[in-house]
């Protein structure tokens, strides 16, 4: 249980286009989904927390009009990055917590993003 | 301000025992996890402590001492598959994790 799949597993791009990476929770719903970003060997840096059907929470420093997330369901959450330009390639991670059952975050594989 | 420590790295061998130990200071305290990374891959939960005391699971154990801001994670019967980061993450008041930059551990034959 407590499967969370993400799509696409790596996407390569021109500077200037726009990608979407969705994340999905397989067998739970999922109120909260996360949205995170990882350089190599660095600490998970949260980007924002998406609640179902509310607009996503950022964090200080995270551009929201670059980094649009939508959370349409219990099961479904999207990262689109708008306008990618080179600085934004890395890994991000998308997470899901399950309801009413723990606290925990399961994440998804992660999408290698990779602008040129 | 919230902060986590822990060893940059640490090194065991095959089928030995390994503690990697855990300190943090945050906003507020519901529960502590511990997560396992391996490279280029996205992190797996592990263990979840929000009481006092030792979590068994098969290998892996995880203690947590509240009034000391503490933790540890203990490995035993160390395979090679355990090479990998483990992360440290305690919840906050607001129920976020913080997350540091965790153990990387290395296994050798």
């Known amino acids: 249980g407590a499967v969370v799949s993400q799509h696409p597993s790596r996407v390569i791009c021109k500077s200037g286009t726009s990608v979407k990476i969705e994340c999905r929770s397989l067998?739970?719903?999922?109120?909260?989904m996360f949205w995170y970003r990882q350089f190599p060997k660095k600490s998970l840096m949260l980007m924002a927390t998406?609640?179902?059907?509310?607009?996503?929470?950022?964090e200080q420093g995270v551009e929201k009009d670059k980094f649009l997330i939508n959370h349409a369901s219990l099961t479904l959450s999207t990262l689109t990055v708008t306008s990618a330009h080179p600085e934004d390639s890395s890994f991000y991670i998308c997470?899901?917590?399950?309801?009413?059952?723990?606290?925990?975050?399961?994440f998804g594989p992660g999408t290698r993003l990779l602008v040129l | 301000g919230q902060n986590i420590d822990q060893p940059t790295e640490m090194t065991a061998t095959e089928g030995a025992i390994v503690q990697i130990n855990c300190t943090y200071q945050?906003?507020?305290?519901?529960?502590l996890f511990w997560y396992q990374q391996h490279a280029g891959e996205a992190p797996t939960f592990l263990s979840y402590?929000?009481l006092d005391g030792l979590e068994e699971k098969g290998r892996f154990s995880s203690f947590l001492s509240r009034s000391k801001g503490y933790s540890y994670l203990l490995l035993k019967e160390l395979q090679m598959k355990d090479s990998a980061s483990y992360l440290c993450?305690?919840?906050?008041?607001?129920?976020?994790?913080?997350w540091g930059a965790g153990t990387k551990l290395i296994i050798k034959p």
């Open positions: 402590n929000v």
């Open positions: 997470s899901a917590r399950v309801v009413g059952i723990d606290w925990a975050q399961y």
């Open positions: 993450a305690p919840m906050d008041s607001n129920y976020q994790l913080i």
């Open positions: 067998d739970f719903q999922a109120t909260t």
């Open positions: 945050t906003s507020g305290f519901n529960g």
């Open positions: 998406s609640n179902e059907g509310s607009k996503a929470t950022y």
